[in-house]
């Protein structure tokens, strides 16, 4: 047996493989991360998220201990997000597929979860500038279960992690491709870095995979989601290629959770530098959609906009816009719904906009028949006949009754200027990975644990199905990571 390089090797250094190192390190363990980027291209998906995270919890009082100081804090108001809401919005957008078990684990531990970590040093706000809006009367009203994030976001996030990490006795390695796993007797005992000449075994009593899924390897996408996922927009990291679950899977783990579809949203079409663009991060995305319409080429809206908050349905809405004619959507408003827009989204330097005071000049600027966008805006804004009052706070039941309905938030598009937001596919991560059970331990295909093989984050298969409550993915990451690293 060689003498071991460390007491566990992660196997990623974005939010997932962070919790895992830092769980293992706080029990005194000699951890080892491996990072496959440069530093300057490090942290995965979670450099290029807002950050937020999905937890739990009864109300601001008791999010509280763990907020940085706002003055805002003082008029604003959020409802809390039970553990039973967080279980049945997993489980809905699953369509019951999910794994109860892992599923309860994570939403149990959520909070926990974020406590731990701000206790080491994490920092935490609330999404003023995304899940809330000024009330009349004055004060803040958060909605959609989604109320907080790290601050300075995703770029924040690693920045904290990387600090306590270092501060913690961790040892960071970047540029280190890791290619496979080392076995000895039937468990796996190291990392191979490398290959050819260069290659080398590194090892460990413990491995913790937390290397991301495949949503930059198009082979990979158009093999299990068929032709056209080539041309999907790699959002966040260009390294999540599927190395490691090549490798998980070559010493025998089983595959789990949803292998058709992936995490994708609408994201900015013309951006000359639309793809893992480490500036702009998450203001690439144009998730404002429900305050108006999306139409293709041919002038049809072809999504219901106002389905659900944007929190659970925008990560389905991207492979919507590739099935359409190029790939490409228009998201359209008018100076009524235009304010209602996120900031940070769609007031971005260098934005792909198109602007004009009629619909039909609006129609040539975009390449969209005249004719045909009028005839979709007409029908759409005589559908609405509901007496509600338009709120973005709640689902409030302002109806389109057309085809494809608009079920929450209609409001005509009939007043000068009008905008249209040209919009692809930008696919975020995948949702198939490997099995794992409740502690994170990597099963094979007869559901036994493989040894000293642990999983976390998006390689961790079985709980997202088609679909995923934003802020979710980092709760799994978090939770989950922190589960492998406090038995590994």
């Not at 998980?248 to 609408?266: I, P």
């Not at 991207?318 to 209602?340: N, W």
Request: proline letters at 6%.
């Amino acid at each position: 047996m060689n003498r071991a390089d460390a007491d566990v090797i992660v196997v990623g250094a974005g939010n997932a493989g962070f919790a895992a190192a830092l769980a293992a390190a706080e029990r005194g363990q000699r951890v080892l991360l491996l990072e496959k980027a440069p530093p300057g291209a490090a942290g995965g998906n979670s450099y290029y998220t807002a950050g937020a995270t999905r937890i739990a919890h009864d109300g601001l009082a008791d999010l509280l201990p763990v907020l940085e100081h706002d003055s805002r804090l003082a008029d604003t108001t959020v409802p809390p997000y039970p553990a039973q809401e967080y279980f049945d919005d997993i489980t809905k957008l699953s369509g019951g597929r999910n794994d109860p078990e892992r599923t309860a684990v994570l939403v149990d531990e959520s909070h926990p979860t974020l406590s731990w970590l701000h206790s080491l040093g994490m920092r935490y706000e609330l999404l003023y500038d995304r899940q809330c809006y000024p009330q009349p009367g004055g004060g803040h009203l958060f909605w959609g279960g989604l109320h907080l994030g790290n601050v300075g976001g995703g770029v924040g996030m690693i920045e904290d992690y990387t600090r306590i990490a270092t501060a913690m006795g961790v040892e960071i390695r970047y540029g280190q491709h890791v290619t496979g796993l080392v076995m000895d007797d039937g468990a796996v005992a190291g990392v191979t870095v490398g290959a050819g000449p260069e290659r080398q075994n590194l090892h460990a009593g413990s491995v913790i995979l937390a290397a991301g899924g495949f949503h930059a390897n198009p082979q990979w996408l158009v093999e299990n989601f068929g032709a056209g996922w080539e041309n999907a927009v790699v959002r966040g990291t260009p390294y999540s290629t599927g190395d490691m679950i090549a490798a998980a899977l070559a010493v025998g783990a089983a595959r789990d959770g949803d292998w058709s579809t992936a995490h994708a949203v609408q994201l900015d079409a013309h951006y000359p530098e639309n793809s893992s663009n480490r500036e702009l991060t998450n203001r690439l995305a144009r998730l404002s959609y429900p305050m108006g319409i999306v139409v293709n080429r041919e002038g049809r809206r072809f999504l219901d906009e106002g389905a659900d908050f944007r929190n659970y349905t925008y990560s389905r809405y991207g492979k919507e816009v590739l099935r359409q004619p190029g790939g490409i959507a228009f998201q359209l408003y008018d100076s009524t719904t235009r304010p209602t827009l996120r900031p940070d989204q769609y007031d971005m330097p260098g934005i792909s906009v198109e602007t004009a005071e009629t619909l039909e000049e609006l129609a040539l600027a975009i390449g969209i028949d005249p004719a045909a966008l009028r005839r979709t805006v007409d029908e759409f804004n005589a559908s609405i006949t509901s007496d509600a009052v338009f709120d973005p706070t709640v689902k409030d039941g302002r109806v389109a009754a057309v085809q494809p309905p608009k079920s929450n938030w209609a409001v005509p598009l009939e007043t000068g200027p009008f905008y249209a937001y040209p919009v692809s596919c930008g696919i975020t991560f995948t949702y198939g990975g490997v099995k794992s059970d409740a502690h994170g331990r990597v099963l094979d295909e007869a559901g036994d644990p493989i040894p000293g093989l642990f999983v976390t984050g998006e390689m961790l298969g079985g709980i997202y199905w088609g679909g995923y409550p934003g802020g979710a993915g980092l709760a799994l990451g978090a939770v989950f990571g922190r589960r492998a690293g406090t038995l590994a």
